[in-house]
T-cell receptor, first 118, second 112 residues
Framework: AQKVTQAQTEISVVEKEDVTLDCVYE???????LFWYKQPPSGELVFLIR??????QNEISGRYSWNFQKSTSSFNFTITASQVVDSAVYFC???????????????FGTGTRLLVSP | DAGVIQSPRHEVTEMGQEVTLRCKPI?????LFWYRQTMMRGLELLIY????????DSGMPEDRFSAKMPNASFSTLKIQPSEPRDSAVYFC??????????FGDGTRLSIL
């Protein structure tokens, strides 16, 4: 069975602070994908990143960075110099790679609500 | 490029009425997914299609729920008869063969 745990229900920071959102996963698959999605107050789900289990290199995109550690089954997300516009619920998700079917079934964590105040 | 398009954005109807939610996936995507989001259960997958064929509908809560994908550019999720506990945000998502899922803006459904 696959499971994604986001232990932090809500985090509050002041603008310009750095913040890390934790994600721990469980899977018996040897190959899998990990994802982060953002859900702003307007309600849509925005894709942020996908990582293959073969690739443990950290990734940076502007103020966003992701730390994938297979040894601890974690895929943490850091926002540097947070801004009010970063306020949203962030979801971590997991799927098998589905090599033969080309299909990916996502299992989501419960989300972490980030509140960035001015 | 157009993203996943869902309609309506909001739906308010009375218990017992039929509800039809619509989704147009991103052109060229061959997988389509219907999710439901509630405070109690979070995001849960209801059903998914690959090349217009339903693959797994084990997430569909009851026989009152049905989904179809008559062609590569259109899918519907129908609830008949609707009940207050069906109130939720319903998301449609699509993906290409090995790409990530991209979500529509969702339909906020309220059953009175």
């Amino acid at each position: 069975a696959q499971k994604v745990t986001q232990a932090q229900t809500e985090i509050s920071v002041v603008e310009k602070e750095d913040v890390t959102l934790d994600c721990v996963y469980e899977t018996r698959d040897t190959t899998y994908y990990l994802f982060w999605y953002k859900q702003p107050p307007s309600g849509e789900l925005v894709f942020l990143i996908r990582r293959n289990s073969f690739d443990e290199q950290n990734e940076i995109s502007g103020r966003y960075s992701w730390n994938f550690q297979k040894s601890t089954s974690s895929f943490n997300f850091t926002i540097t110099a947070s801004q009010v516009v970063d306020s949203a619920v962030y979801f971590c998700a997991l799927s098998p790679t589905g090599v033969n079917t080309g299909f990916q079934k996502l299992v989501f964590g419960t989300g972490t609500r980030l509140l960035v105040s001015p | 490029d157009a993203g996943v398009i869902q309609s309506p954005r909001h739906e308010v109807t009375e218990m017992g009425q039929e509800v039809t939610l619509r989704c147009k996936p991103i052109s060229g995507h061959n997988s389509l997914f219907w999710y439901r989001q509630t405070m109690m259960r979070g995001l849960e997958l209801l059903i998914y299609f690959n090349n217009n064929v339903p693959i797994d509908d084990s997430g569909m809560p009851e026989d009152r729920f049905s989904a179809k994908m008559p062609n590569a550019s259109f899918s519907t999720l129908k609830i008949q008869p609707s009940e207050p506990r069906d109130s939720a945000v319903y998301f449609c998502a699509s993906s290409s063969r090995q790409g990530p899922q991209h979500f529509g803006d969702g339909t906020r459904l309220s059953i009175l």
